[in-house]
């Protein structure tokens, strides 16, 4: 039902910063829960942040202070802004949607997602 498309990845120096864009296609976009997560070599993947249909919001520990996660349902597009970025945030991040959530619960489980973007390369050098 849904499409996303992730933009916004690129190669930054530690310390930069980077704002990821999902697009997602559906009219229902503004009663799915979204999620940004990452996933690097040998590792497995990861809940970045999370939002609920009614803005509540999560970013994992180790991210609280430099990610923040936003979205503007004019635009349906969900946000990921990162920075102070560092060497060990270097992974493909995932736009992900949950179609059937509660309005105001934030899902961290991969595996509860409906829905998944391409990913979009982040790379930080040292």
């Known amino acids: 039902q849904v499409q996303l498309v992730e933009s916004g990845g690129g190669l930054v120096q530690a310390g930069g910063s980077l704002r990821l864009s999902c697009a997602a296609s559906g009219r229902t976009y503004v009663s799915y829960a979204m999620g940004w997560f990452r996933q690097a070599p040998g590792k497995e993947r990861e809940c970045v942040a999370a939002i609920s249909a009614s803005g509540e919001r999560y970013v994992a520990g180790s991210m609280k202070g430099r990610f923040t996660i936003s979205r503007d349902n004019a635009k349906n597009t969900v946000f990921l802004q990162m920075s102070s970025l560092k060497p060990e945030d270097t992974a493909v991040y995932y736009c992900?949607?949950?179609?059937?959530?509660?309005?105001?619960?934030?899902?961290?489980?991969?595996?509860?997602?409906?829905?998944w973007g391409q990913g979009t390369q982040v790379t930080v050098s040292s």
């Open positions: 992900a949607a949950l179609e059937r959530a509660y309005y105001s619960v934030v899902y961290y489980d991969p595996n509860e997602y409906d829905y």
